[in-house]
C-alpha cells in the first residue's frame, strides 16, 4: 500500500478523469492522504489555454517541494498538459518521476506500483470508461458528472482539445444508463452530463443524445438531469420538446457560442452564422420555459477588428444571457488559428474581456433581479453558519449559490424549496418555504 494524493486541475471532464484514477488507486490497495502525507503525489493537468498552463506547472513546482522536505517519494504528472507537451516537461522538470497523458488512465496504478506492466501498449489519448470502472467521486455526495463521450472531432482552429483528447469516442446509451444507476443506488440526485461536443454524441456508434435522454430519465432516485457543452450545430427541435417535456431534464442550457460575427466564427471554423445563432436562441427559449441559458465567448481572437469586438458586445447587452463567461484568446502552437495574422496585442485583450464581463455582470444582476419572489427546489450545498443551496439555475462550481437564512437543521443534499428574496451579481438570497 502507497500513501497518494492527487491533485485535480481544470474542467469537469478532468475531474471525473481524476475521480477514474482516484478509484483505481484504492481499488489496487492504496490510500488516498494529503499532499503533506503523501508518499506519491499525482497532479492531473489541463493545457486548454495559456493560464491553466501557468496554473499546471506553478502547482506542479509548489508540491515538488515536497520531496525535499516531506514524505514524498514519486511525483507523476498526467492529463492533458502532458499529453500536449510530455517530452518538454520532461526536459524543464526531471525532479518529475513519471508522466502520462490523458489515456489508458487506470494504468496508473501501476506506475506507483512499480509494476512491469506494458503500460504504453495500445495507448490512445483519451480514456473511456463503463459502469464497472473503479470510481471514487470527489464532488458533493448528491451530484456527480457523467462524461457520455471522450474526445472531439470537430476543427474549431482556436482548440487544442483533438489532439489532447483525440477524436470524438461515444460510449453506448446502455454504459451511461447503468452508470446513472449505480450513481442514483450510491445517493446521487442530480447527474450533470459532459461531454466536448454534446450535440454530436452517439454519431459514431448509431446513437444520438436524444434517445439517450429518454433512456436515463426512467433511471430512479435521480432528480435533476444538467446538459453542458452543447454545440450550436445540431440542436433539434426534437432535442427541446424533450428538455420542455422531461420533468427531471433541467431548463439549463450551456452552450459555448464564442462568438457571433460572421467572419470570426468562419475564421474559427464554428459552421454557424450570426443568423443561425439567433435563431437557435429564439428557438431554445420560445420551447423551454424558463430556461436559464449559460455560454462563453472569446475575445481577442486574430483579426477581431474593433467593430467586429463591438458586433459581439451589443449581441451580449441585446440577448441578455443568464450566465456568460469569457477567455482571452490564447495563442496555442499546434493550431490553425495560431498561423492567423494580425494577433491580438495582449492590452487590447484584456481591455475587451474587461468591458464584455462588466456588461455581462450588469445583465447576470438584472436577470437575477427578476428572478426576486420565485420560487425553485434547491439542494443543500452548505451547513452551519453558512447555509447555501443550489436551484435548478445555478451549476455546480461554475455558478453562483443561493444563500439562506436558516437555523433548521439540514444536511448536505436534502431538497427543500426555496423562496428567492434578494440578488448579487453572481448570487441569490432566499428563504426555506415549509
Known amino acids: 500500500m502507497k500513501k497518494v494524493a492527487l491533485v485535480s ?52 513546482l509548489e508540491l515538488l517541494e515536497h520531496k525535499k522536505t ?20 520532461k526536459k524543464s522538470l526531471p525532479e518529475v518521476d513519471d ?18 506492466e506494458k503500460l504504453s501498449e495500445n495507448y490512445k489519448p483519451g480514456t473511456l470508461y463503463d459502469p464497472d470502472s473503479p470510481r471514487t467521486l470527489l464532488t458533493m455526495p448528491h451530484t456527480s458528472y457523467v462524461k457520455v463521450s471522450e474526445g472531439c472531432s470537430r476543427k474549431c482552429t482556436f482548440c487544442i482539445i483533438p489532439k489532447m483528447r483525440g477524436l470524438m469516442k461515444s460510449r453506448p446509451i446502455e454504459s451511461i444508463k447503468k452508470e446513472i444507476e449505480n450513481l442514483g443506488e450510491m445517493g446521487v440526485k442530480e447527474v450533470n452530463l459532459i461531454a466536448q461536443d454534446m450535440t454530436s454524441y452517439g454519431r459514431d456508434i448509431g446513437a444520438n443524445l436524444e434517445n439517450l435522454l429518454i433512456e436515463i430519465t426512467e433511471v430512479k432516485n435521480i432528480e435533476w438531469i444538467r446538459l453542458h457543452y452543447l454545440y450550436p450545430w445540431g440542436v433539434t427541435d426534437n432535442l427541446i420538446n424533450i428538455i420542455e417535456n422531461e420533468e427531471k431534464i433541467l431548463p439549463y442550457i450551456d452552450m459555448p457560442l464564442q462568438h457571433i460575427n460572421d467572419r470570426i466564427l ?20 420560445s420551447g423551454i420555459a424558463d430556461l436559464t441559458l449559460r455560454t462563453t465567448f ?27 463567461g469569457a477567455f482571452k484568446y490564447s495563442f496555442e502552437e499546434g493550431t490553425k488559428a495560431a498561423l492567423l495574422d494580425n494577433q491580438i496585442p495582449e492590452e487590447i485583450k484584456d481591455e475587451r474581456f474587461e468591458r464584455l464581463m462588466n456588461i455581462q455582470s450588469e445583465v447576470s444582476f438584472q436577470n437575477n433581479k427578476g428572478l426576486i419572489n420565485n420560487t425553485y427546489n434547491a439542494f443543500i450545498e452548505g451547513t452551519g453558519d453558512n447555509v447555501h443551496a443550489r436551484i435548478p ?12 437564512n436558516s437555523n433548521n437543521d439540514y444536511k448536505i443534499g436534502d431538497m427543500v424549496k426555496v423562496k428567492i428574496t434578494d440578488a448579487d451579481i453572481y448570487d441569490l438570497h432566499g428563504e426555506i418555504i415549509n
Open 266 to 285: 468562419k475564421l474559427m471554423d464554428r459552421r454557424t452564422t450570426t443568423k443561425k445563432t439567433i435563431e437557435i436562441i429564439d428557438r431554445l427559449r
Open 9 to 60: 486541475l481544470g474542467c469537469s471532464k478532468n475531474l471525473v478523469d481524476s475521480e477514474l484514477i482516484t478509484g483505481s488507486l484504492i481499488k489496487s490497495g492504496n490510500k488516498i492522504v494529503s499532499e503533506e502525507e503523501a508518499e506519491v503525489i499525482i497532479v492531473n493537468t489541463c493545457g486548454f489555454i495559456g493560464d491553466a498552463k501557468k496554473e499546471s506547472i506553478n502547482t506542479a
Open 99 to 116: 508522466f502520462w497523458g490523458t489515456g489508458n488512465l487506470f494504468k496508473i496504478s501501476s506506475l506507483i506500483n512499480d509494476s512491469e
Open 70 to 89: 516531506g514524505n514524498c517519494k514519486k511525483f507523476i504528472l498526467t492529463g492533458c498538459l502532458v499529453e500536449r507537451y510530455k517530452d518538454e516537461l
Open 393 to 404: 439555475g445555478q451549476a455546480p462550481e461554475i455558478d453562483g449559490i443561493t444563500h439562506l
Open 298 to 324: 472569446i475575445v481577442g481572437f486574430p483579426g477581431e477588428t474593433d467593430s467586429e469586438y463591438l458586433e459581439l458586445v451589443n449581441f451580449i447587452e441585446d440577448t441578455k444571457f443568464d450566465r456568460a
